[in-house]
């Protein structure tokens, strides 16, 4: 296999991090819109939410990648094209929640919304790696090197651990265990899943960036990893207050 694997459709020749991406967002959404509560928030608050999502994401995703290597980015401060060239799934997922939040606000909407997005951005996750994984060595998802059976050579003779398709694996036994908690009503109260997801994702990240090759520079961990720790200090607090709560109130789907 050669690195990058482009996808031939047509006369096209499209590159995989292009098409995978915009597919990630496309079908994303789709999931969203089609399993859904409707009765929980109204399709133009919906739609608010998303909008204030995707800008969350956006700005997230670039704010963190701009933290993993501080001193370079300090000497590129006027460099548009680097400041625009990377991001993050972590910033954007934090970005994310703190859009939809601040929307939710703008628009009066006080339930949870967090359920129903879960599915579908693990989905969208889970599209956007198959685009990490075929980019190969210029997308920087890879691991470190490794003697593993799981080794992929991305073109330079080298055998890294394939950390987008681990994520890949890990999102999809995610799913299995949010549908199967949702079933069995282990944790019933509204948000449960979304926060879940949050603490099994963000879990996972932690893990798997130290056999990553970013710059380790905040006490031996990257920026991705500091932003895990915060978010997850956040998200256990919040799980054990919900739970407490849900121990003296019934829960009313």
Excluded at 60 to 77: A, R
Aim: hydrophobic content about 45%; glycine content about 10%.
């Amino acid at each position: 296999m050669t690195f990058p694997v482009f996808i031939d459709i047509g006369f096209m020749k499209i590159h995989p991090h292009f098409l995978f991406e915009a597919l990630a967002y496309f079908i994303g959404a789709r999931v969203y819109f089609f399993t859904r509560r409707k009765e929980k928030i109204p399709f133009t608050k919906a739609m608010s939410i998303i909008a204030g999502m995707t800008v969350g994401a956006a700005l997230g995703s670039k704010i963190l990648y701009w933290f993993e290597d501080p001193v370079q980015t300090m000497q590129n401060l006027t460099n548009l094209p680097y400041l625009m060239a990377g991001k993050t799934i972590v910033g954007g997922l934090l970005g994310g929640l703190i859009g939809v939040e601040l929307t939710k606000k703008l628009v009066g909407h006080k339930s949870s919304t967090g359920d129903d997005f879960a599915i579908p951005v693990i989905v969208g996750m889970a599209i956007g790696r198959i685009g990490c994984f075929l980019t190969g060595l210029s997308d920087h998802t890879y691991g470190i090197e490794t003697t593993w059976v799981t080794g992929v050579d991305f073109g330079d003779g080298v055998y890294r651990h394939p950390t987008q398709l681990y994520e890949i694996g890990f999102l999809m036994l995610l799913t299995g265990f949010l549908i199967y908690a949702k079933k069995k009503a282990l944790y019933p109260w509204e948000g449960s899943r979304f926060q879940l997801f949050m603490l099994g994702y963000l879990f996972f990240r932690f893990a798997i960036d130290f056999i990553k090759p970013t710059p380790h520079v905040f006490f031996g961990m990257n920026n991705i990893q500091i932003a895990c720790v915060l978010g997850l200090i956040y998200y256990i607090q919040l799980f054990r207050h919900k739970a407490m709560v849900a121990k003296e109130m019934p829960y009313a789907p």
